[in-house]
């Protein structure tokens, strides 16, 4: 019997999958923006949130995320209804999260979507290098980014920027002085990626036709080492392996719901959920492309495209592949209790005398070594 | 009974692939032994193996009733055999049992190495034999100088080959005739003797039982007769005696000499069938013995382990059911360190290794981890006794050997020309000392005697890859040699894995320990710490190389949506590392156990 744990939180993701122009590094599910008449999306998202309200019970709402895709394409008046609809039905916590993704180009939207009730601005800059937003397919310039910046900064109590390194030929030198370029803005918080090549995009295809090379993991890692060194320095202090804060205030608590393994709902096409219902907990996965997931609303109420029982064993190998990639670790009771047996000693020990993983009373916690092999080592830990 | 003299009873030889299968169905067809609608793409080729991989394993036997321009109807027995260098011994039963050959050979490729090899059994047995020229319908095809290759590399008259396609069906009818005009009746035979008869060959059918082929020779067998079976000395009461047909078994009431058919007798297993036994009646028996089969020996060995340890006992199960079926495969229980409990298996050659690996898994659903083909050693101790070695690992302590000796095989190789230099320099490589070098046109045909073990694993593929596949090859076991053999031992983590150690010539060794240590730093993945990997003789390093630690192995990005997809991977690892096995505190994938002993090119 599983239950829904409070402590760990209960978020709601929204899907927005519209973008301006697709990137070529870019696997989320997303599609052309063109002039589209947003109505039947919302009023799909709606009705969908509605029965998730009848499903999950009373619940607060500790963090509200809009993803994509681009919702700040949303027009701000939308998005309060939105978050009013979703305060009506669960009732927010009084200090609610409410997280949307933007693009530089979309500034002028930014002083309403702060009115509307966002209080946390994710911006993808990705890089400060115009050499680099051309190859990495942005649509906006360094200066353009730069003044998004000034202006997300006023209008929102808390600032993320992502950024992405390990680009083709990026040298260590180059990537350390982005790297203080990126640190003088003082954001809240950074999001910092090496660059994934997915197979299905057009990076992938060019890699797979052998235009250009990904950097090489040995360069990857000294990327990532230098960039943990100096935004340790800085006084950003990885609390993830890709994320950093000024201060625990500023901690993505959305997405902590998804490390600590909290529930949240997926709603809008291709989400994904986690939802702890009558002793269950779910996977949820929403239809994938736009019109399919609204005409399935409209016939059955919710999005779904499908949804499976986690067994026990997946939820608490979930709570180790999740967690440890927090800075924080996880709880070894978290794991053992679940599954009614230890990790296996012998492999604990290995990582511990490797170097690669710490353990303090029931605690575990990836070393900064063991960051680098963090999929290495919870796979190991769980199988 | 039928007059012996409309009896024929014949063999087709050919190299492989050659047609042999293709023209059986044809000759089936044509005398009306199946419809069209019954002929399945290969009728005799009937295993699932043999249909994927288009070559035979089995011979198979099939009477025909053949009405011929003279009027008369005939009795041809035809007997399909494999071309495969792997299944000679079946071809040799089949000869035994026959008085005529059709040496079938592909016009458009000529003579190659088994045409020549199972030619020659088949004069050896005495043969009358027709030299038939397959795939007439091909562009490429040149009868001419084909026939002319004949006479002089196999030194018979070609001056009467018939011509034909076995795919079209040109040129089958003077097949026919030919077998009726040109080969023999079975010679003698008298059914007032007491029975005497060959056990040709026996196989496994599920519903049935063992089903014996017979050549009766003298005497005739019938339903319920009890018989004898002199070499095994055991005695059977006959169920059902009758012949071969196409797809199926007709019953007859009794076979008389010069017929070929077969027998059930409730026998459990074929290893109960010594092929090449005679069989006679228990009460009236028979004056002599035929003379009899060299008995087959497996000359290539490897451990076959269940990837899942609780399946040992389901491998078991399945290699008694194979060998049902195939008394030329052996095996015993092996346990190795490394890889748990498992067999040791003899086989005749790499392609028969192949296809029982291949049954096992198919068949019985069994995931399997081969070891290293390995060669019989002969280990002559100090203490005056004799050893034979089948597992490297189990090499005893080398002061208390006197000798080591090694089988060698003759071969036969013919190439194109432009090939030749590569092929010598690859026989050279690998320890062969050449015999014989001559001309066939602009085919060389070169003979080596070669240490089998150079040969064993990847000798065939090398050689097809420098001949762009068109050499062909054929040998056979000669004798043991005293050779300076070592045994090479691979550490990986400061480690003996003992399912990776071989004998190697001392020559050799340091090459072979080098190319070792290379393929298995590809095969084997990155750890978390770094892996040396080494080649030894006794505490000899030779060869090292070093599997560098991995660095990173982490997603980026990890948000809602990846938790699937993380699930996902972990499942895939989870089945990856049951493909794993486990060396201290290294993972070596399973494929690696055979994959490391592949070699480039300077091997
Ligand atoms: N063009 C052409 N192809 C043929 C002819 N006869 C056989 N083949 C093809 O040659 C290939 C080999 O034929 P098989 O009959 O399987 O040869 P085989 O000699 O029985 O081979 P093994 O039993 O493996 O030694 C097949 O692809 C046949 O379709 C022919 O007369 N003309
Ligand atoms: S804007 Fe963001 S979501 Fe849209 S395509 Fe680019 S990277 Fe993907
Ligand atoms: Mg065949």
């Given at each position: ?383 | 009974?039928i007059s012996r003299d409309k009896i024929r ?22 005398t ?32 025909l009733d053949y009405t011929a321009e003279d009027g008369e109807t005939y009795i041809l ?96 009818p003077?097949?026919l005739e030919a077998i009726v005009q040109r080969l023999p009746p ?72 010069g ?345």
């Amino acid at each position: 019997m599983l239950e829904f744990e409070p402590h760990r939180g209960f978020g709601v993701y929204i899907h927005w999958p519209y973008c301006a122009k697709i990137c070529p590094y870019c696997d989320f599910n997303v599609y052309a923006a063109k002039q589209r008449d947003v109505a039947p999306l919302l009023s799909a998202i709606e009705k969908d949130l509605t029965t998730w309200r009848e499903k999950t019970g009373p619940r607060q709402v500790d963090t509200i995320f809009l993803g994509g895709g681009t919702p700040s394409l949303i027009p701000p008046k939308e998005v309060k209804y939105l978050i009013d609809v979703i305060a009506s039905m669960w009732g927010l916590a009084p200090d609610v999260e409410i997280s949307l993704e933007a693009n530089p180009d979309d500034r002028s939207a930014f002083v309403g979507l702060a009115k509307a009730g966002i209080n946390r601005l994710s911006l993808g800059v990705q890089s400060l290098n115009n050499d680099a937003l051309k190859f990495l397919g942005r649509n906006h310039n360094a200066e353009e980014a730069l003044r998004a910046i000034e202006e997300a900064r006023s209008a929102f109590p808390s600032l993320s920027l992502d950024f992405i390194y390990a680009l083709p030929r990026q040298n260590l030198i180059e990537w350390k002085q982005e790297l203080s370029g990126i640190i003088d803005l003082k954001a809240d918080h950074l999001s910092l990626y090496e660059l994934t090549i997915e197979q299905r995009t057009a990076f992938g295809k060019a890699v797979g036709r052998g235009e250009w090379q990904p950097a090489d993991d040995d360069t990857a890692a000294d990327l990532y080492e230098i960039t943990q060194e100096m935004m340790c320095e800085a006084g950003y202090p990885a609390y993830e392996i890709s994320n950093h804060a000024i201060s625990s205030q500023h901690h993505a608590q959305h997405n902590l719901v998804y490390w600590n393994s909290g529930d949240w709902l997926g709603i809008g096409p291709g989400a994904h959920g986690r939802v702890t219902i009558d002793g269950n907990r779910y996977e949820t996965v929403a239809e994938r492309r736009p019109e399919k997931y609204i005409s399935v609303v409209e016939d059955t109420a919710l999005g779904l495209a499908s949804q499976n029982i986690l067994t026990i064993e997946d939820v608490a190998n979930e709570r180790v592949m999740m967690g440890l990639r927090k800075t924080s670790g996880i709880s070894k009771s978290d794991f053992e209790v679940l599954v009614g047996r230890k990790f296996n000693q012998e492999t604990l020990s290995e990582f511990i005398d490797d170097g690669l993983l710490e353990e303090t009373d029931n605690n575990l916690q990836l070393t900064p070594a063991g960051r680098l092999l963090a999929d290495y080592v919870s796979s190991r830990l769980v199988l | 009974m039928i007059s012996r003299d409309k009896i024929r009873n014949f063999s087709i030889v050919a190299h492989i692939d050659h047609g042999k299968s293709t023209l059986a169905d044809r000759l089936i067809q044509v005398t009306g032994g199946l419809t069209e609608r019954e002929m399945s793409a290969q009728v005799l080729d009937n295993m699932d193996i043999e249909r994927e991989r288009g070559i035979t394993i089995k011979a198979q036997t099939v009477r025909l009733d053949y009405t011929a321009e003279d009027g008369e109807t005939y009795i041809l027995n035809l007997m399909d055999t494999p071309g495969h260098v792997d299944f000679t011994y079946e071809v040799s039963r089949c000869l035994n049992a026959c008085e005529g050959s059709l040496l079938v050979v592909d016009a458009s490729q000529g003579v190659e190495a088994q045409t020549l090899a199972n030619v020659y059994q088949a004069i050896d047995a005495d043969h009358e034999i027709v030299p038939v020229l397959n795939k007439i319908d091909l562009p490429a095809a040149e009868p001419d100088r084909v026939k002319e290759q004949i006479e002089d590399v196999i030194g018979i008259d070609a001056s009467d080959a018939v011509e034909m396609s076995a795919k079209t069906g040109m040129g089958v009818p003077d097949v026919l005739e030919a077998i009726v005009q040109r080969l023999p009746p079975p010679s003698e035979g008298d059914a007032d003797k007491p029975l005497k008869a060959s056990l040709v060959d026996a196989y496994y059918d599920p519903y049935m039982g063992v089903v014996v082929i017979v050549r009766i020779m003298d005497g005739v067998m019938k339903k319920k007769q009890k018989v004898k079976m002199i070499e095994t000395d055991a005695t059977y009461e006959l169920d059902r005696v009758g012949y071969f047909r196409a797809g199926r078994l007709e019953d007859a009431d009794a076979l008389y000499p010069g017929e070929v058919g077969f027998l059930t007798a409730s026998i459990k297993e074929v290893a109960d069938c010594a092929v090449g036994d005679t069989i006679t009646d228990d009460k009236k028996p028979c004056e002599g013995v035929l003379p009899g089969f060299k008995e087959v020996q497996p000359v290539v060995f490897c451990g076959l382990f269940p990837v899942d340890a609780a399946a040992f006992d389901d491998l078991r199960n399945a290699m008694g059911k194979l060998r049902l079926n195939d008394a030329s495969f052996s095996f015993e229980m092996e346990s190795s360190a490394a890889l748990g409990f498992g067999f040791r298996c003899g086989f005749l050659g790499l392609l028969h290794l192949e296809i029982i690996q291949e049954r096992l898994s198919r068949e019985f659903d069994l995931d399997l981890i081969a070891t290293a083909p390995s060669v019989v050693y002969e280990m002559e101790m100090r203490d005056g006794s004799m050893l034979e070695l089948h597992n490297p690992a189990d090499m005893p302590d080398v002061m208390q050997i006197m000798e080591i000796r090694e089988p060698w095989i003759s071969s036969t190789i013919m190439t194109p020309d432009e090939y030749l230099g590569g092929i010598l320099k690859l026989c050279q490589e690998r320890r062969g000392l050449q015999t014989d070098l001559s001309y066939v046109g602009t085919r060389a045909m070169v003979k080596y005697e070669l240490p089998l073990n150079e040969v064993v694993f990847d000798f065939y593929d090398r050689l097809k890859s420098i001949s762009k596949g068109y050499a062909s090859f054929d040998y056979t076991v000669k004798e043991h040699r005293a050779e300076d053999l070592v045994k090479m031992s691979i550490l990986v983590n400061e480690e003996p894995v003992d399912a990776l150690s071989m004998l190697v010539h001392r020559s050799r060794a340091e090459g072979r320990g080098r190319a070792m240590c290379e393929r298995l730093k590809d095969l084997i993945p990155r750890h978390q710490f770094k892996i040396p990997i080494q080649a030894a003789i006794g505490g000899k390093v030779i060869a090292r190389e070093t599997i560098a630690a991995m660095r990173k192995d982490v997603t980026a990005k990890c948000y809602g949506g990846d938790a699937s997809r993380k699930r996902k991977l972990l499942d895939k690892q989870k089945a990856g590392k049951k493909r794993m096995r486990q060396f201290g505190k290294v993972e070596i994938p399973q494929e690696a156990f055979v994959a490391a002993l592949k070699m480039d090119g300077d091997g």
